[in-house]
T-cell receptor
Framework: KAGVTQTPRYLIKTRGQQVTLSCSPI?????VSWYQQTPGQGLQFLFE???????NKGNFPGRFSGRQFSNSRSEMNVSTLELGDSALYLC??????????????FGPGTRLTVL | AQSVTQLDSQVPVFEEAPVELRCNYS??????LFWYVQYPNQGLQLLLK??????LVKGINGFEAEFNKSQTSFHLRKPSVHISDTAEYFC????????FGSGTKLNVKP
C-alpha cells in the first residue's frame, strides 16, 4: 500500500506570493492533517480535514487555508507569503477522525523557502 | 485538555551507550501514546505505540517504551544506540485529536 505522498518536495517562493501544497493520503484514509515545522516553534498543528470538512484548526492566521476533495486528497494554501512561513510542511493521514485511537501516518513533507 | 511534555530538548550520548528519552503527558481522558522519529529532511516515522495491554511496548530499531499510568509517563529507551539513531524523537498522545511534544534531539557520538 502506498504511503502518504506530498508534492512538491521543495519549493522556493518570494515574499507576497502565494503557494499551494498537495497531499495524497493512504488509500482508504479519510482524515488529513497538516502541520508546520520550524526550528523555533517545533511541530505546530495547522488544520484537519475529514470527509471534505475542516474538523479542527490550529492557531494560524487566515492566510493559511486548506481544503479536501472527495477522493480525500488535500491541499493547503498560503497567501501573501512572509519570511516566517519558511518551514517544513507535513501532511498526515488517518482512517477516521474524532476518535480516541487515531494513528497518523506522515508524508515526507514539503520544504518551503520564502525569500 | 491534553498536553505532552518532553523534558529534554537535546540528549547527547556515545555510541553503544543506553539512552532514555523522557515523555510526560496530562489528560483527563484515556489516551493512546506514540513515539515518532524524524530523520533530517524527512517526515515522521512511527517507532512504537501503546494502545492497551502490556505496559512495555517494543518498537522498531530496538527501541522500547514503558507506559506508567500513575506517573503519566511514556519514556523511550534503547539499551545500546548506534550512530544511525541520531534523529529527533517526538512523543504524542491521541485523544480525539493528536497532541505532540516539542521533540528531543538525540545526538549519538562515536
Amino acid at each position: 500500500k502506498a504511503g502518504v505522498t506530498q508534492t512538491p518536495r521543495y519549493l522556493i517562493k518570494t515574499r507576497g506570493q502565494q503557494v499551494t501544497l498537495s497531499c495524497s493520503p493512504i488509500s482508504g484514509h479519510r482524515s488529513v492533517s497538516w502541520y508546520q515545522q520550524t526550528p523555533g516553534q517545533g511541530l505546530q498543528f495547522l488544520f484537519e480535514y475529514f470527509s471534505e470538512t475542516q474538523r479542527n484548526k490550529g492557531n494560524f492566521p487566515g492566510r493559511f487555508s486548506g481544503r479536501q476533495f472527495s477522493n480525500s486528497r488535500s491541499e493547503m494554501n498560503v497567501s501573501t507569503l512572509e519570511l516566517g512561513d519558511s518551514a517544513l510542511y507535513l501532511c498526515a493521514s488517518s482512517r477516521v477522525a474524532g476518535v480516541a485511537y487515531n494513528e497518523q501516518f506522515f508524508g515526507p513533507g514539503t520544504r518551503l523557502t520564502v525569500l | 485538555a491534553q498536553s505532552v511534555t518532553q523534558l529534554d530538548s537535546q540528549v547527547p550520548v556515545f555510541e553503544e551507550a543506553p539512552v532514555e528519552l523522557r515523555c510526560n503527558y496530562s489528560s483527563s481522558v484515556s489516551v493512546y501514546l506514540f513515539w515518532y522519529v524524524q530523520y533530517p529532511n524527512q517526515g515522521l516515522q512511527l517507532l512504537l505505540k501503546y494502545l492497551s495491554g502490556s505496559t512495555l511496548v517494543k518498537g522498531i530499531n530496538g527501541f522500547e517504551a514503558e507506559f506508567n499510568k500513575s506517573q503519566t509517563s511514556f519514556h523511550l529507551r534503547k539499551p545500546s544506540v548506534h550512530i544511525s539513531d541520531t534523529a529527533e524523537y517526538f512523543c504524542a498522545v491521541s485523544a480525539n485529536k493528536f497532541y505532540f511534544g516539542s521533540g528531543t534531539k538525540l545526538n549519538v557520538k562515536p
